[in-house]
């Protein structure tokens, strides 16, 4: 197998509009399903939402029969989300329907096989996009040495009873409004 999907031309993808970022994405998700089908013709093809919120960046959803992905995410990130996010997600989708159904690790052996074999790229699980834009984070807890900002469910995880304490200075963090 060797790498087929060609990379998007940055200075036209940021001149782009949402809509038509998210016109890019699905583009991208044909072109690798393209090759996806090369090799195995009777893959499903994914629907597509741009739903997704928080701090993920994307999400093959199988029970809903797709993929999700975030649209402030793809917005600050374009490039980064075209050329790793969406042969990720799309990796994710292949190795479920090989491996029929759950019986593997997400980004086990397969999914990274697929991702170097298939899309010429190195696996990464988790990306490195700043978040703070899309995942607003309102309620502010304090600790000896900084600012923390927790989500709605994270807030309302400390105020049922759970415990957070900060990474660097290990104090336990405390509401400040």
Known sequence: ?????????RDVTAQLDLPQLQALVRQRVTDAMALCHSLYPDLPIPAIWFDLRGKCAGQAHFGRG???FNPALLADNRMEFLVEVVPHEVAHWLVWHLEDG?????HG???QTIMVKLFGLVPSVTHEFD???A???PHVY????QEHHFSARRHANARNGREYRCRRC???LRHSG
Request: hydrophobic share 20%; glycine share 6%; with cysteine.
């Open 109 to 111: 052996r397969e999914w």
């Open 66 to 68: 797709g993929l999700r």
């Open 102 to 106: 759950p019986s593997f690790r997400p």
């Open 1 to 9: 197998m060797t790498p087929a999907l060609p990379s998007p031309d």
């Open 142 to 145: 304090r600790c000896d040495c």
């Open 135 to 137: 995942s607003p984070a």
């Open 131 to 133: 978040t703070r834009r």
């Open 170 to 172: 290990r104090g336990r």
